[in-house]
Nanobody, 122 residues
Framework: QVQLVESGGGLVQPGGSLRLSCAAS??????????MSWYRQAPGKERELVAG????????NYASSVKGRFTISRDNTKRTIYLQMNSLLPEDTAVYYC?????????????WGQGTQVTVSS
């Protein structure tokens, strides 16, 4: 079955950087029917999309709040996606989740990792 395992979270000072990783297994990682993304959920808030990357052409999209600071990438040989986070702000504090969405015709299936905590604080 599909498994997603995040790592790389931690405590960092404002202005610092972190790189999150999401190791995937249980499916063909570069299958064009799968799209990968990062979400986050802060306490008391809804889960929100941070960044996404397509398997077809590697195109990316970002939430406006992180554009220019975060970069999503993928390594198909390692079956891993990354989220490089620079110039971190206290409002970036959240649990970060990796998601795989498989789309076939008009149906889709979402798979989530367990999340990794990112805390930005001095």
């Amino acid at each position: 079955q599909v498994q997603l395992v995040e790592s790389g979270g931690g405590l960092v000072q404002p202005g610092g950087s972190l790189r999150l990783s999401c190791a995937a297994s249980g499916f063909t990682f570069n299958d064009r029917t799968y799209a990968m993304s990062w979400y986050r959920q802060a306490p008391g808030k809804e889960r929100e999309l941070v960044a996404g990357i397509a398997s077809t052409d590697g195109s990316t999209n970002y939430a406006s709040s992180v554009k220019g600071r975060f970069t999503i990438s993928r390594d198909n040989t390692k079956r891993t996606i990354y989220l490089q986070m620079n110039s971190l702000l206290p409002e970036d504090t959240a649990v970060y989740y990796c998601k795989a969405r498989r789309t076939l015709l008009s149906s889709y299936w979402d798979y989530w990792g367990q999340g990794t905590q990112v805390t930005v604080s001095s």
